[in-house]
């Protein structure tokens, strides 16, 4: 059974730093990995992807501010915030694609105090 469990959220406040981590099990069989949000009354939104051979994707609000990586040997992604604002708080959700199927994590608090 596939698990994604991602840590490393919490308050911060604008201008700081937060780096997510996302552990994914129970298969080897991972291309796409990604980060995606939800703030609050809005919907789930992409933040960013990396492939299986690192070719990344940002959104354009995170474009400069936040890294994606990923350590395909852990099936871990990472996602390194920085200068964070206050409209990147949300619940932050680690996916992965394996088979074509997407897989989510349970998500991740992120909140950015002015």
């Known amino acids: 059974q596939v698990q994604l469990v991602e840590s490393g959220g919490g308050w911060v406040q604008a201008g700081g730093s937060l780096r997510l981590s996302c552990a994914a099990s129970?298969?080897?069989?991972?291309?796409?990995m990604g980060w995606y949000r939800q703030a609050p009354g809005q919907q789930r939104e992409l933040v960013a992807t990396?492939?299986?051979?690192?070719?990344?994707n940002y959104a354009d609000s995170v474009k400069g501010r936040f890294t994606i990586s990923r350590d395909n040997a852990k099936n871990t992604v990472y996602l390194q915030m920085s200068s964070l604002k206050p409209e990147d708080t949300a619940v932050y959700y680690c996916?992965?694609?394996?088979?074509?199927?997407?897989?989510w994590g349970k998500g991740t608090l992120v909140t950015v105090s002015s």
């Open positions: 996916n992965a694609i394996i088979f074509g199927m997407p897989y």
């Open positions: 990396i492939s299986s051979g690192g070719s990344t």
């Open positions: 129970g298969s080897r069989f991972i291309t796409n």
